[in-house]
């Protein structure tokens, strides 16, 4: 035996204050206990068979329930001795016969449980992961198929069968060979079930292991009284001499005072109990059940709001004033002495300008542990007794009682505040000399008036701001709700969000905020009810919150800079998101600020013509999101404008005020037309290299919108959409002719599978009548589409469309007919183009005012679309500067007399040469 193991047996380390004569059973306690850890690691290490049944026969003997029992005894007498009714300071006798012993045993009881966990942890993976590797029913076929193989059916059997071999008939010499050769394969069979068999009984017991330690410290209460000692101990502790002078300023320290080193040690070996209990995840509970009961949970909470109060400077929320002093010295030991003000560190020596946290830390990170426990708790009134075995998470009655959703809220939001101040003042502090920690560690907070820096680690700020902040989604998905409830993400938690957006440097941070922070941003449900005044209470804090400008600045800085973690962001968000086919965005853009959501619909059709001409791999997501969102627009617009002629006919026809749009819904027709005419160009452009996977979800956004921006410019006599702007729009920014030749030759590509559906096909034809009625110049190549055309009816019909594959068969037989010259020019619908047939135009008489209904909520033209988002006048823009749109400073065309502005000399001059020369009012 090692030395070291020799002195705990002999309990020499049980008492470094050599305190054995007065109480020597508390001694022989904790040197058990140390003992008894060290001879189960040694064991488990070596995967000893004896080392399971060793447990087993400690738990059965119920050691957890006298060292309990002892552990209780002893937090009694500190009690009555060193209570709040006993003298200050404490007399030596009862620092040396009741604090230090119990401090002693407390270290050594936990260290014993967490090896007890640690063991159990490895039993059950060995359990789980045992029958996986030894099969006992594959191994008795096994044996029971050597032992048939060596029986007398493998020697003929009782049939006397023959063997046809080389030697004809099978002979004595034959026959006396067969059992022995199949011996070896009998003696393997029979040896692979016995250890199958082995294997499953060692499992079996692993698993009753994992059983019998969740039930000990259940019945045991050991947590509990190991919770209560250490709050006697820290209570205690601060009415010592030696907690007096390390709380007067200016004092000398005390070489011979202990008794902090006790207590700390304690605490440390007790905080690693905590650890192993509430980091680990329902699935890979060692023992399972095993609960953090009220005074565990109140352990915890102490711990961390005391250094979350001497941190940041909030409130304690009725932490006790005695527990402070030993809570903050451990959490700061380097210091000589501090002078303290509640929670508060007021002084310190005039020397120390910076501490470390490390041990405040590991309390902040145990509070959010049990915060997260709180909240996947389940509620008291539906919860329900696990049964034993069991991995499903208990119900933790004293940490639920203890701390509401509110209350947890509120906690985590002051831990993610504090911790994104840190990540703020980085920049700031290594910019001044000598105020920045080393490379890697950032302020966490300041002490003494701002005299004394607590650094830390940035990855730990960055950890502690993500766990914090993902607390309140989690509050969210247990309360559920309906959209009309109370928001439980408010918009404190949406500033916070978007403050962490700005100091985002690793790809885990990059990777939460984008995926399970962002992607909290409420939906808009569609209903035929018109769009409300105001937003949903959820939607109405994202927007508070500051959602808008903060998914603006990623999308900025993702196609500014490939390379950043705004990309990545942004992203992870995009992807999270993509089921909903960037339907997310309709409800900021409905009841969002105008200007925010002008800047934002900018600055992504800005983004979408850099992901081509710049090269950004990644950003298909964006493309193929923003592509879908415009799919979406199109269907949203039409419920619109079927709501609008719903409510006119109500009102009393189209001269009552029953068909107006509601202000939320104008705001969102607005933006739609502004991406429509800001976005689709950037699909078409010369530089859209966009990636394969995309290519069908822009052919498609293109085909969707073509039928109503063509549709003639009767159709804007009210509404002033349509019209002839629209049209050469769609026929040339858009180039919507090649876009419905493209959709209908790339039936059978493996890329556009998905344009294979009946609903997708329905799009393509109405995009083929649309620009068949349109009759453009030049006209498309009418013979090419013939085959596709025909092709089309077909499989319209057995998709259950049989109106649309009527009217695919006669726009063929309309094709034919101007294929061979057939058909009176200038007698066609549209003007200019070639006569109809009466089937066809009977279909689209049918049709066409649905189109023109939704064309009519449009805007004038493009350019009136554009000049409402407000921003450079220049539409190819791709100024990416700052933050956001909205913050780039504009120089007013001159001739105009400010009716066009510009970012800069270089959009001024693009578009003087693309148009803009013709409409400025400069006179030569």
Known sequence: MEPAQAELLNGREADPLRCRGDDPSFNLNAAACSALAWIVTMRSNDRDPHALDTCRRLLRAQTLHALAGRLAELTSHLRRHAGPSAPAPLPEWVVRQFLAPAAVLLRSISGFVITLLR?????????????????????????????????????????????????GSRGPAAGLEGPAEAGPAAQAGAQAGAEAKAAAQRAGAERCFVQELSRALRESCALEHCSATLLALLEAWGRTREAAALLKPGAEPQPEADTLFLVAEASAEFTNLQDALLQQTPAAVPAPGLPLGPCSSYAVLAHGLAVLACLDGGPTHGLREELAPALIAQAF?????????????????????????????????????????????????????????????????????????????????????????????????????????????????????????VLVRRDWVEEAAILALQTGPRIASAAGGGPSAPPLLDAAWWRLVAEAALHVRSAVMAETLGRKLLSQLPGLPLSNEPLPPSPPPALAAALEGGVLPCLERLFRRAASDSGGREKATIVAFLDHVRHASFTWLLGPLAYGDVRQAAALVRTIGKALGCVGSLGLEGLAVLVAGAAEFLQSGRGCLESLAARRSARSGAGGGSGGGGGALTAPERQLVGMLAAAVASWLPSFNSDDAGFEEEVCPQVLMANVRWLPVLVQPSEAGVRGGGGGGAWRRFALTAMSGGEAVSTALSCHGVPTYQ????????????????????????????????????????????????????????????????????????????????????????????EWSPRLEAAAALLPPSPAAALQALGGCSNPACANLEGDSEAGLALRACAGCGGAASYCCRECQVAHWRAGHKEACGVRG
């Open 333 to 453: 030991p380097c210091l000589e002495w501090m002078r303290l003000e509640g929670c508060r560190v007021a002084a310190v020596p005039p020397d120390v300008t910076a501490v470390e946290i490390r041990p405040a830390a590991r309390a902040i990170h145990n509070l959010l542990a049990l915060l997260d426990h709180v909240v996947s708790a389940p509620n008291p009134a539906s919860a329900k007794a696990s049964p034993a075995g069991s991995t499903e998470r208990a119900h933790v009655p004293g940490s639920r009682a203890l701390l509401r959703p509110p209350d947890v809220a509120r906690l985590a939001a002051r831990v993610a505040r504090l911790a994104l101040t840190a990540l703020a003042s980085q920049t700031e502090a290594q910019e001044e000399e000598g105020s920045g920690g080393p490379d890697g560690r950032v302020r966490l907070a300041v002490l003494a008036g701002g005299r004394c820096r």
């Open 119 to 167: 063991f159990s942890d490895a039993a059950s993976k060995a359990a789980d992961s045992g029958p996986q590797k030894a099969d006992p029913g594959a191994a008795v076929e096994a044996s029971g198929a050597a032992g048939a193989s060596s029986g007398p059916g493998a020697s003929g059997g009782r049939g006397g069968v023959k063997d046809e071999g080389a030697g």
């Open 754 to 845: 998905r344009l294979q559906d009946g609903q997708q096909r329905r799009w393509v034809l109405e995009g083929c009548l649309a620009l068949a009625a349109a009759c453009p110049t030049p006209a498309p190549d009418w013979a090419e589409w013939l085959p596709h055309v025909r092709a089309l009816a077909p499989k319209l019909r057995a998709a259950g469309h049989p109106k649309e594959a009527q009217a695919a068969e006669a726009l063929a037989a309309q094709l034919v007919r101007w294929t061979r010259g057939a058909g009176a020019r200038g007698a066609g619908r549209g003007g200019g183009g070639r006569a109809l047939s009466p089937a066809l135009a009977s279909y689209l008489r």
